[in-house]
């Protein structure tokens, strides 16, 4: 399994920001997909999820409204669209694997994860 | 749920036992990960269901408990096992992380 971000950089407060999620080595719509932030002080921070299939999303309050996440089998990719930003979404932003179709209660864990892309959001 | 870590930072020395503590503000049951993460690299899966250690994980680790109170004990620590240790809860949405502990060298 390889999961590799792409996308991060820096971007002015209120601007957006498009992170992609490249996935190989399983078979990618069998598996929800998720996205996790790690900052300095706020540790890991998961912030949103879609089922395999691409019909069912979650996201943690901080970011509804502001962030969507999508997918394309076809070309084994998750993407991040991110609007709104604001200092405290500085951070690094990692794609991680779910170990099912669905990440739903007592099953969502992360079995795979990319090396992340930075994020920085600053004027 | 709120998942919080004890210490923030370890140090220890080559050969040491080791033991990290994760508390959940509310009963989990044993819907508990625990994770590893070196520099520049992302999370690794180590244990599942408190204390399954994932294939391919040394038996130096294990993973305890249930309810609301975890444990992480590495027996015997290796260099390769300074990193940072995170637990995360599964048993509700939102998922959540401990705020991570630093095993370092002494």
């Known amino acids: 399994v390889q999961l590799l971000e792409s996308g991060g950089g820096l971007v002015q407060p209120g601007g957006s920001l498009r992170l992609s999620c490249t996935a190989s080595?399983?078979?990618?719509?069998?598996?929800?997909m998720n996205w996790v932030r790690r900052t300095p002080g706020k540790g890991l921070e998961w912030i949103s999820g879609?089922?395999?299939?691409?019909?069912?999303?979650y996201d943690a309050d901080s970011v509804k409204g502001r962030f969507t996440i999508s997918r394309v089998n076809s070309k084994n990719t998750l993407f991040l669209q991110m609007n709104g930003l604001t200092a405290e979404d500085t951070a690094v932003y990692y794609c991680a694997k779910g170990q099912q179709v669905y990440c739903t209660t007592t099953s969502c864990l992360f079995d795979s994860w990319g090396q992340g892309t930075l994020v920085t959001v600053s004027s | 749920i709120q998942m919080t870590q004890s210490p923030s930072t370890l140090s220890a020395s080559v050969g040491d036992r080791v033991t990290i503590t994760c508390r959940a503000s509310q009963n989990i049951n044993i819907w508990l990960a625990w994770y590893q993460q070196k520099p520049g690299k992302g999370p690794k899966l180590l244990i599942s269901?408190?204390?399954t250690l994932e294939s391919g994980v040394s038996s130096r680790f294990s993973g305890g408990g249930s309810g609301t109170d975890f444990s992480l004990t590495i027996s015997g620590l290796q260099p390769d096992d300074f990193a940072t240790y995170y637990c995360?809860?599964?048993?509700?949405?939102?998922?959540?992380f401990g705020q991570g502990t630093t095993v370092e060298i002494k």
């Open positions: 080595g399983f078979t990618f719509s069998d598996y929800a």
């Open positions: 269901l408190a204390s």
């Open positions: 879609i089922s395999g299939s691409g019909g069912t999303t």
């Open positions: 995360q809860q599964y048993k509700n949405y939102p998922w959540t």
